[in-house]
């Protein structure tokens, strides 16, 4: 009778002991998925923000460009204007002359 009920003590314990072991496992397996998702996550978020950097360096880059040209145009137009201008007056002055 004492032999039955240590053995029966013997195989609760080892259930008892497998049951732990299994649980620490998942409890274990679970943090390491958490610690991946979140490194994952992070990783995503930092080429996005990346991204959307690039693209909103572009943006002013095109901005800052299209301001020098519409001031080289206007400079252009200027200088056009001041020779056309300078030719009418030349003009006037020999024909008044």
Known sequence: MV???????????????????????VIILVIILVIILVI??????VIILVIILVIILVIILVIILVIKLVIILVIIVAIILVIIIVIILVIELVIIL
């Open 3 to 25: 032999i039955i009920l240590v053995i029966i003590l013997v195989i609760i314990l080892v259930f008892i002991l497998v049951i732990i072991q299994v649980i620490k496992l």
């Open 40 to 45: 994952i996550l992070g990783i995503i978020l």
